[in-house]
Structures are given as structure tokens and as C-alpha cells.
């Protein structure tokens, strides 16, 4: 998953804005700066971003809950500082190797809530590395991509941007996707 995570940051340019969470029992950011917002895609910040992500151990479960609360947290800074980017679709690409802690209701419940905060802007692609295809979190994974609050029992009142979900064995699948 580092290798992967290293891999996106590398297709970034200085026009895009990133954040990184870790996520296992909780979430967490790399710290200061960088854990409130996201930050320009520069060669220092990437830097920055890769260190910490190569600093990253396996570690107690995968709360997808968390990690997606900082997510938008970060997204919803960067909005509020930079309203001109209020047009634009903000993405999450959200990397696990690991079955969700949590319900699965919890976390749809969490994306529409704070999805419908930023006007349904945020677009989600989910990647599963090593995961069951036919799998509880690869059923969730496409659900979170696809925002299909309905099947959860949340009534929608917007028309969020469908993502894209896929299971992949290593890095080089991400950067062909």
C-alpha cells in the first residue's frame, strides 16, 4: 500500500492540492500543516507527503469511518480558504488493504453528511488492494465510489458525482488505472 500511495503522489502536479490520511483503529494526517488542509502538490510537499508515508506501519484494524471524517476535514479547509476552487470536483482517492471496522451504514452516512456540506463536489475512487473481489469490502469500497447512499437507508437530497472503484494487486495497477 506505501508503494501505491507513493505512485499516486508522484502523478501530482503543482496545480493539484493533496492530503494524505493514515488510517487503522484511527485516522491521522502527517502533522502540523498537513494533517488540517490540503497542501499545493509541490516537490517539497510531495517530499514531505512520501516521507511520511514511508514512515507507515501496519497497524490494528481499518476504520474507514475516521479516515474518510479527516478526508473531508482537509477537503473542507481547503475550501473554505480557497472559494474560487468551489466549481471544481475535489477527489478522494481512498487506498485500504483491509475489511472496514465499523458498519457499513456508518460510513455511507458519514460521506453523505459531509459530502453534502461541499454541495455534493467530492468525487471518490476506491482502490482495494489484495481484497476478495466478490468481498463485504469490496461490495462497500464500490458503494463508497459510487455514493449509493440508497441502499443504506439515506435518502438523498443531491446528485453526487459517481466515482470509480477497483481491486488491484500492486502499484503499477493504480497508475495504469
Do not use: W
Amino acid at each position: 500500500a506505501k508503494q501505491a500511495a507513493k505512485t499516486v503522489l508522484d502523478t501530482l502536479n503543482p496545480k493539484d492540492n493533496v492530503g494524505v490520511v493514515a488510517f487503522s483503529d484511527y485516522a491521522s494526517g502527517p502533522g502540523g500543516c498537513y494533517s488540517q488542509s490540503l497542501a499545493e502538490a509541490t516537490e517539497e510537499n510531495i517530499a514531505a507527503l512520501k516521507e511520511f508515508v514511508e514512515r507507515l506501519a501496519p497497524e490494528g484494524f481499518t476504520n474507514y469511518q475516521a479516515a474518510l471524517q479527516l478526508a473531508f476535514k482537509q477537503i473542507e479547509a481547503k475550501s473554505t480558504a480557497n472559494q474560487t476552487a468551489g466549481n471544481r470536483y475535489k477527489v478522494i482517492l481512498f487506498l485500504t488493504d483491509g475489511e472496514p471496522t465499523g458498519s457499513a451504514s456508518d460510513i455511507m452516512q458519514t460521506i453523505y453528511d459531509r459530502n453534502s456540506r461541499l454541495g455534493f463536489s467530492v468525487v471518490i475512487l476506491t482502490y482495494g488492494m489484495h481484497i476478495d473481489s466478490s468481498g463485504t469490502a469490496a461490495n462497500i469500497l464500490n458503494d463508497m465510489a459510487l455514493q449509493n447512499y440508497q441502499s443504506y437507508g439515506i435518502q438523498s437530497s443531491g446528485s453526487p458525482p459517481a466515482g470509480k472503484s477497483d481491486i488491484v494487486s500492486s502499484a503499477q495497477d493504480i497508475r495504469l488505472q
